[in-house]
């Protein structure tokens, strides 16, 4: 699984290896460090349980929103939720997205031709044509 979220107009993301916990906060010394105002310092920290991964809010003064499927839950200091595939995870003003780490791979319709893994950009990483048109390569 990855996070990923966007922030100040780039997307980044964060592999999270299994069996490790991953805290996220402003803090430089956070493993997912979100550099924004309206996070704390040490927000939360996520971490696999099984095959399942969870959030722990760790701030005393800020909630975090679980957002999946048009619900939202709102997890407290010191609470911690299971987070779903495709669930977000509202710090702050700041969205983080739970994902499978597997890349959509596509066959680029640009001059390249070749089959690709999607990057986070869009962009196909040999010849730089979008590639949100090309049809899903599933082989
Ligand atoms: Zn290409």
């Not at 922030?7 to 997912?32: E, F, K, M, Y």
């Not at 927000?43 to 722990?56: C, K, L, N, T, V």
């Not at 200091?77 to 997205?97: D, F, K, N, W, Y």
Request: hydrophobic share 35%; charged share 15%.
């Amino acid at each position: 699984m990855i996070l990923e979220w966007t922030l100040d107009g780039q997307t980044q993301n964060h592999w999270l290896s299994p069996g490790t916990t991953a805290t996220i906060g402003r803090g430089a010394d956070c493993a997912v460090t979100l550099a924004h105002p309206t996070v704390s310092r040490r927000h939360g920290e996520i971490f696999a349980q099984g095959s399942s991964f969870y959030i722990r809010n760790l701030s005393p003064t800020n909630p975090i929103i679980l957002e999946y499927y048009g619900g939202t839950t709102r997890v407290g200091h010191g609470q911690q939720v299971a987070v779903p595939v495709g669930g977000r995870l509202l710090l702050g003003e700041v969205r983080v997205e739970l994902r499978e780490a597997v890349a959509l791979r596509v066959r680029c319709p640009g001059p390249c031709g070749k089959v690709v893994a999607v990057p986070a950009s869009g962009f196909c990483p040999n010849c730089g044509i979008a590639l949100a048109t090309a049809e899903t390569f599933t082989g």
